[in-house]
């Protein structure tokens, strides 16, 4: 029998605010336990939350980017269950009526074919706190730094047929969420967290199989595998006759396999109810609005634009586009260099990205701003350096030896253009190699390569290719 | 009686609450009345009518993302039980 995979995501990024979504207390990442959680994160009786502005803004924005409706009036649920991480017996969610409701994403699969994904809702919620196991001698350990952090819970309609195309939707949304500046989508950190729910059915069939959720899906790579591992599984299960039970699954990356949490299974009866110490959260037309015009342009209008307008090629603007900082760099380099979009597109994909990859540091951060990197390009255009040298010019810019027409100076790379220079080498090379010129004027037109590599090496690489090749065929026939 | 033994133990157990058979008996009984009470609010035709989760015709005042708490951290560690490197120490909790 064939089977169809169906997968659903619910995605959790954490809203990059300064504060806690009910509290005063800072979210910044890392500090020392406890010393970020106050008297309404640690759930002390007699305390109210206050809702954060910017948590709303950042989630209307978010809603508004996936075409979704905003809903003018939503509402905070209490979802009960027991934990320690989890100081009030209850997480302040969302529940019936959450803030987005029923947005969509297109997603840009490997193969280049497009597809659209479902996005059924998002809803505001806190983040628990975090519990400690190791060097307690048996106990747990417990920090509520990130108890009350703002989170966006993300949830896709079941639309996904594959681990890929999985892979692929989580990989668009951490897009997303950086380009509107909604999250930072650090995943070691925790800001950026992905579960997935995973069934099968026989081909054809329209009724959904019964699905497994599984957690603690903390990379693009971990979904793909582990949603991989659990398909095999639940078809093993159903080709042997045997019931895929509905549970919670831990993905256990070290040995690339998922097993049941059977301690979840209970708790699973939250009894939600609105919480009474929340009012419902208003939005009128002139907020949302307003958080209309603060959309950025987003990264499918971005590709479009840079090959219609640039006329790149698309595998070099998928590279540029992945994140907003990159193409921003590209397009000021773009600005600098005026006629050839093409020359900064492959520098800043080539050298620019393999100097950050290599040494590890961010665009932001880079050691080369676009504006020097846009002015060394400006010299090859006007021939003062070749392309080949320029790397070379790049390097020591990129280690910071100074601007490229400072470093050109220095380091006599400044290309050879006069022509009676140049004429001069290929003399003395035609000169050292009569059976080459004897060869070619015999009609191997191949020994003409052996000629320009020769005035090459003899100018160390500073004499101008272009002018070398026709001096030698003017000389050679 | 409206809830069974089971349902007040299953309550019981999400609320980590213990309970002996004895007071099982009464929690039935009592809880039960409770219920009973309440349900007959469900006689009431409610056709056409919003719900209303809040009593005050307003919406949630919003405050602005600002930092406004410094760290108290040992002033309210003087309330736990049971303080480890700044960590409120508990029972395990994971198998």
Known sequence: ?477 | MSLSRQDVEHIAHLARLKVSDDELDEYVDKLSRIIDLVAQLSSVNTDGVTPMAHPLDIGQRLRPDEVTESDQRELYQENAPDVVHGLYRVPKVIE
């Open chain 1, 1 to 477: 029998m064939s089977w169809e995979t169906v997968i659903g995501l619910e995605i959790h990024a954490q809203l990059a605010t300064r504060s806690k979504i009910f509290s005063g207390s800072s979210t910044a990442y890392g500090a020392e336990p406890n010393t970020q959680a106050n008297l309404v994160d640690l759930g002390y009786p007699g305390v109210l939350p206050v809702l954060n502005t910017d948590a709303v803004r950042l989630a209307v924005k978010f809603g508004l980017a996936i075409g979704a409706q905003i809903a003018p009036r939503s509402v905070f649920a209490r979802k009960n269950y027991f934990y320690p991480d989890l100081p009030k017996g209850y997480q302040i969610s969302q529940y019936e009526l959450p803030i987005v409701q029923a947005g969509s994403l297109q997603i840009r699969l490997p193969d280049g074919s497009l597809k659209t994904v479902g996005i059924t809702r998002a809803h505001l919620e806190e983040d628990a706190g975090k519990s400690l196991h190791e060097n307690l001698q048996g106990a747990s350990g417990i920090d509520l730094n990130r108890a009350g952090t703002p989170l966006l819970e993300i949830v896709s309609e079941p639309d996904m047929r594959s681990p890929v195309e999985a892979a692929t939707y989580m990989r668009t949304i951490h897009q997303l969420v950086r380009y509107l500046g909604i999250c930072d989508g650090n995943m070691q950190e925790g800001s950026f967290r992905c579960d997935a729910n995973v069934s099968v059915r026989p081909q054809g069939q329209q009724e959904l199989g019964t699905r497994a959720e599984l957690k603690n899906l903390n990379s693009f790579r971990f979904v793909e595998k582990a949603i991989e591992f659990e398909v095999e599984r639940q078809i093993d299960l159903l080709e042997a006759g045997g019931e895929v039970v509905q549970e919670t699954r831990l993905y256990d990356a070290d040995r690339d396999e998922t097993r049941s949490m059977r301690s979840k299974e209970e708790a699973n009866d939250y009894r939600y109810f609105p919480d009474p110490d929340l009012l419902p959260i208003v939005l009128d037309e002139a907020f949302i609005a307003e958080v209309r015009e603060e959309l950025p342009e987003l990264p499918e209008a971005k590709r479009a634009r840079f090959i219609a307008d640039y006329g790149l090629r698309e595998d070099d603007v998928d590279i540029l586009v992945a994140s907003r900082p990159l193409a921003d760099y590209f397009e000021a380099v773009a600005g600098t260099v005026k006629d050839d979009p093409k020359l900064a597109a492959n520098w800043v994909v080539g050298e620019l990205s393999g100097a950050l990859n290599r040494d590890g540091v961010d665009i932001d951060a880079s050691r080369v701003p676009p504006h020097a990197l846009g002015e060394l390009l400006l010299r090859i255009k006007d021939g003062t350096v070749s392309g080949k040298l320029a790397k070379e010019v790049f390097e020591a810019m990129w280690a910071g030896e100074g601007g490229a027409d400072e470093i050109i100076d220095s380091k006599g790379l400044k290309q050879i253009t006069d022509t009676g220079a140049i004429e001069k080498i290929v003399d003395e090379v035609l000169a050292a190699n009569a059976a080459q010129v004897q060869q070619y004027r015999d009609g191997n037109q191949k020994v003409l390569g052996f000629f320009v590599g020769q005035v090459m090496k003899a100018s160390q690489g500073k004499a101008n290719p272009r002018q070398v090749n026709e001096i030698l065929r003017k000389k050679l026939s």
